[in-house]
């Protein structure tokens, strides 16, 4: 079972990038899938969630209105489009399955899959 992000770089303050989720392995089509994001220092963070049939989403205030999270089911790849990026918004961005009870959870530790983390730096 495996998660590969990708998808980070490098990119100034008001740019975009668009950031993917391919899972192989097994099938998470029936499991809500996340995204988070730590910065050096900082703890791991929640942004954004789509639940198994993309019925709901769930988005950090920080970056609402920014984010948009989306999934692929016939690629099996979970995505997360971000616009309007600021510096503060420079991590190491993970993607994670949530395979638990309940339609999704914004906790990093009720998630059991997690991808290797893809970096993204937003310079000023």
């Known amino acids: 079972v495996q998660l590969q992000a990708s998808g980070g770089g490098l990119v100034q303050a008001g740019g975009s990038l668009r950031l993917s989720c391919a899972a192989s392995g097994r099938t998470f089509s029936r499991h809500a899938m996340g995204w988070f994001r730590q910065a050096p220092g900082k703890e791991r963070e929640f942004v954004a969630v789509?639940?198994?049939?993309?019925?709901?989403?769930g988005y950090a205030d920080s970056v609402k209105g920014r984010f948009t999270i989306s999934r692929d089911y016939t690629k099996n790849t979970v995505y997360l489009q971000m616009n309007s990026l600021k510096p503060e918004d420079t991590a190491v961005y993970y993607c994670a399955a949530y395979i638990r009870g309940g339609t999704y959870s914004t906790s990093p530790y009720e998630y059991d899959y997690w991808g290797q983390g893809t970096l993204v730096t937003v310079s000023s």
């Open positions: 789509i639940s198994w049939n993309s019925g709901s989403t």
